[in-house]
Structures are given as C-alpha cells and as structure tokens.
C-alpha cells in the first residue's frame, strides 16, 4: 500500500494552462510563495503529469483542448493519488452556475481570470490546511489498520491457546482417571 509522503514545508503544484502568459505568471507567482511548481501546456500532459507523479495540488484552467479542466478534475477524483490532492478551478467564467458545475466535479476551489495573487495565496494556504489534515488523517487510518491486524493476531492467538489449554485439561482428567484406576488396582 502506497502512502502519503509527511507533510512538506512547501505544496507541490501541477498547472494545466493553455495559454503561455498565464501559465508563466501562475508558475511565478507560486514559486514566489515558497512553492515547488509543474506546469503542463493542457490538460492531457497534466493528467500525463499526474499519474507520474504526486501533486498536493492542482491549478487548472477551464477552457483547454483535449481534457478541460473540468473533464481532468474529475480524473483526478476517479484515479485519486496516494494523498489527497486539492484541485483549483480556474477561469474567465465567473458566474455562479460555472462555479456549481466546477464544484460538482470535485474541485475544492475557484479562482477566476485575471488572476489576483493575494487571492492565490488564499487559496494555496488552504489547500496547505486541508492537504495536511488529509496526510494526518491517512496516517492515524493507517495506524489503525496496523492495531487491527495486531489484535486479530492476538485474538487468533488468544483462541488457539483456548483450545490447547482445553486439550490440556483433557488430558488432565484422563492421566487422573488413569492414576485412580491404578490406585484401586494396586490396592487390592
């Protein structure tokens, strides 16, 4: 079983942004806030990405060729990773019903176009939070799973010597009935 890396102190973040600028503005501005980053020119070479690698979070543009960011957040969700990874919406699509449909997919967050990187950062910190308590939370399952298997070793254990001792005990009272039968037996 695969399990999640401990918790870095900077996020890993994959972009899928068609469009150069963008993505190069993107990519910055997160290397600029401490973040390691990977940029895919789609979103087929960020779904390629994401398999190769593990990713906290990915920032993914709406509108693309291929895969849209919508189609690669639902890859994402249907082939998760080994951790939890946050996924970003982002588009010049600002109106509500874009950012239902984007939330139904499985994104945790919107961000729209022009980019703002105060808002950026908003979103980067909590992807960092819920990242986090995601890896905490895999650790403790994974520890519990540890003490499962522990206690059903011991409960096999326990019932194994349960049946022995009663397989003593047998022998116990037939090695008693064997001694009376020859006390009587010497005594007459």
């Not at 150069?20 to 290397?31: F, H, K, P």
């Not at 960020?46 to 890859?75: H, K, N």
Request: some cysteine; hydrophobic content about 40%.
């Amino acid at each position: 079983k695969i399990e999640c890396p401990q918790a870095a102190a900077k996020l890993r973040v994959l972009i899928a942004e068609d469009d150069a600028v963008s993505r190069r503005i993107l990519q910055r501005a997160i290397e600029r806030f401490g973040h390691t980053c990977a940029a895919a020119h789609d979103g087929a070479e960020a779904w390629r990405a994401y398999q190769d690698a593990s990713f906290d979070v990915v920032i993914t543009d709406w509108v693309m060729p291929q895969v849209d960011g919508v189609e690669l957040c639902g890859l994402i969700r249907k082939n998760p990773g080994p951790c939890y990874t946050y996924v970003v919406l982002l588009s010049v699509l600002s109106d509500r019903g874009h950012f239902l449909k984007g939330m139904q997919a499985g994104a945790d967050d919107y961000l729209t176009k022009p980019l703002d990187a105060e808002e950026l950062q908003a979103r980067l910190a909590a992807a960092e939070r819920v990242t986090s308590l995601h890896r905490t939370l895999a650790g403790q399952n994974s520890r519990l799973e540890t003490l499962l298997r522990e206690q059903e070793q011991l409960s096999s254990t326990l019932a194994d010597t349960a049946e022995a001792r009663g397989r003593l005990e047998g022998v116990t009272l037939a090695a008693r009935e064997i001694v009376h039968l020859l006390s009587n037996d010497l005594s007459l």
